[in-house]
């Protein structure tokens, strides 16, 4: 089993910057992709960012050119920098880790609120 624990959320300005961590413990040997997911109040839950065990990353339109994902491996974590950070990105983001067996396993989230 593998446990997800996410880290670096809070308050913000519009225009500023936060780096989310989420650090994998467990059978990490068995991860085969993670990603980043947003949930919005009212909202569906959508992908941001992933980044497969090859390192390929894969990002929603919204973020583009402002979020970073990216895995080190020596730490088994995985971060998302964001950086030109829109109100309209408030919400609490989910770190997901796809197993090898097809399993998806999500941490417990974080909240980003940023103000205008």
């Known amino acids: 089993q593998v446990h997800l624990v996410e880290s670096g959320g809070g308050l913000v300005q519009a225009g500023g910057s936060l780096r989310l961590s989420c650090a994998a413990s467990?059978?990490?040997?068995?991860?085969?992709?993670m990603g980043w997911y947003r949930q919005a109040p009212g909202k569906q839950r959508e992908l941001v960012a992933s980044?497969?065990?090859?390192?390929?990353?894969n990002y929603a339109d919204s973020v583009k050119g402002r979020f970073t994902i990216s895995r080190d491996n020596a730490k088994n974590t995985v971060y998302l920098q964001m950086n030109s950070l829109k109100p309209e990105d408030t919400a609490v983001y989910y770190c997901?880790?796809?197993?090898?067996?097809?399993?998806?396993?999500w941490g417990q989230g974080t909240l980003v609120t940023v103000s205008s």
């Open positions: 467990g059978s990490i040997f068995s991860i085969n992709a």
């Open positions: 980044i497969t065990k090859g390192g390929s990353t």
């Open positions: 997901k880790a796809d197993m090898l067996s097809r399993i998806e396993v």
